[in-house]
């Protein structure tokens, strides 16, 4: 195994202790620093303050349940945007769209970002999610970098085998990582291979009204789906998907799971399962259109695969698809159009739980196994198709050649990469330039904050000769996946519109107005610079009174259509706080439970006096 030292964290305290660090590497190192032109690595990664990165970078926060967005090359952490978990610090989770959004949970677990593609590529309009804790699905729209619909997802139990989009986001698929009962309905582990199943679902979204939908689901085998990717260009109606736990065990995974010698990569024609629907090729479930494959044949192949494979990744050519085996030493390079001439030929052999099995020797192209790598899970492609493999054991990232399987180069990251991100790595046009590895286990890379330490992403340079680790950042847990985008493709808005035919909005102060129905308040309210107004005809347009017991809906229009003056609104001890960005019309509602006079305030900073936006809530005592 390749040595290199376990950092002492001193040497970890500048860009010049890189090259102390990448021993192995010091040669190229030094080579470039001869060159008087070359940029040192300092250079490369420092954007001047006011300037802006190159590209976003769009991290999985895992079990925090958020998304978190850096800038590349800089590695600055932008913004944390809430997905599946409350976020006081935008009012996500308490004003009525987000809160009925997030539904009765309180958290997720955020693995595999995707953007929406437009023929194979990042077309920067959406950014799609899935809740491995919770089973849901999330679309986040990237004028606003806000979530606009989450969805449940019934039948299944965590989506991790997703997020990936089709080339034109027709579906983005949601095969999951636990077999249940379809409907969780209480059954016995005993009758886990009758009753158990693994149900991916076809998720679509429409774009006017923001919404997903679940199209269909697919009741496959009980076995755990790890990691997918959608085709590309002629391979486009298709999918991937990598299973474990074949052997259908249902304890002690660890062992259990890994004792067959292969487990199955799932090839799947979505245009086909498509087709099946609309022929009625279903049975209804639960509310649900899910197709038996058992019952209704086609569409579905299994590729046997060394055991316990991880990711599996399309090349932008659309020719290849590359399983990395978490326990054998290897990726395995399987070819598109081998396998459809073996499906049109029937070259299987036998069946698996209703699924025909393809002959692992006619669909494989190549093992390739880069000397004393260990542990593979996932890969990036750049501009000339090259390949990039992370390795959690041997801790580094080998770049290859998908068409010879020749090893190209090797870099040391520090420690344990999962994923790994290459600009557009995953598109159809991979842009090179950078991948960023994102690893598990970072230890004592930076300033100490006990006993459980930062995890880090490190940014790896591709244009030079050799790769090279130019940048390291702390990251939030965790770091599962991530997409990296071009950040011309992104196009924000400063201020929302108004919007004259939302109800809700008041634009003008003497719109304002407090309403009164028997027991429920209405309030239709502004915030500006710097005050509230509730009531622009009251004696004090900044107090609100209501009577215990009574519901209150508060709609605030934040009326300063100026860049980045973004208003909160939250009233002391009632637990709540939302955010009015410029333009935007928020809702909360609640009940008036506590009795009592109430402070109410701007939680967001908004000019200089900002301090003085203030005012009352004062809930008069039942009788
Ligand atoms: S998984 Cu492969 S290392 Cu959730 Cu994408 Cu984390
Ligand atoms: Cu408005 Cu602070």
Known sequence: MKKWIPAASGLLAGFTAATLFFGDFS?????????AHAKTNAEKVYVPFGEKDEYYLFAS????GQMFIYGVPSMRHIRTVPVFSQDSATGYGWDDHSKKMLGDYTWGDLHHPAFSETNGDYDGKYMFATDVGNSRAAVMNLETFTVRDIINVPNTSGPHCAAFVTENTEYMFLPTRFAVPIGSEYAELDDYSEKYRGVMSAVTFDEKKEKLNISYQVALPPWSFDLSDAGKKISKDWAVMTTYNTEEATTNLEINASQADRDYIVLFNWRELEKMVKEGKYDTVTGQKMIFPEKHKGGIY???????????????????????????????????????KAIENKDFKGERNGLPVLNYDSVMEREVNPENALGPLHTQFDDKGMAYTTMFISSEIVKWDPNTGETLDRVPVQYSPGHSVAAEGDTVAPDGKYIIALNKIAKDSYLSVGPSHPESMQLIDLSGKKMEVIQS??????????????????????????DEKNKDAVYKQEDTKIVRKGNEVHVYGIAMRSKFIFDAKAKRPDQIEVSEGDKVVIHLTNIDFDQD???????????MNIEVQPGQTSTISFTADKAGTFPLYCTNFCSALHQEMTGYFLVKPKQ
């Open 27 to 35: 040669q190229s190192v030094k080579t470039e620093r001869q060159s």
């Open 61 to 64: 926060g895992g079990h925090s």
């Open 302 to 340: 299994l590729v046997p695969v060394a055991k316990s494979p991880h990711g599996v990744d399309v090349t932008p050519d659309g020719k290849y698809f590359i399983a990395s085996g978490k326990l054998a030493p290897a990726m395995t390079v399987f070819s598109f159009e081998k396998a459809f």
């Open 473 to 498: 950042a702390p990251v939030n847990p965790e770091p599962h996946y991530a997409q990296m985008i071009k950040a011309d493709k992104i196009k924000t808005i400063s201020v929302y519109p108004k």
């Open 565 to 575: 003056i973004t208003h909160g609104f939250a009233i002391n001890s009632y637990d």
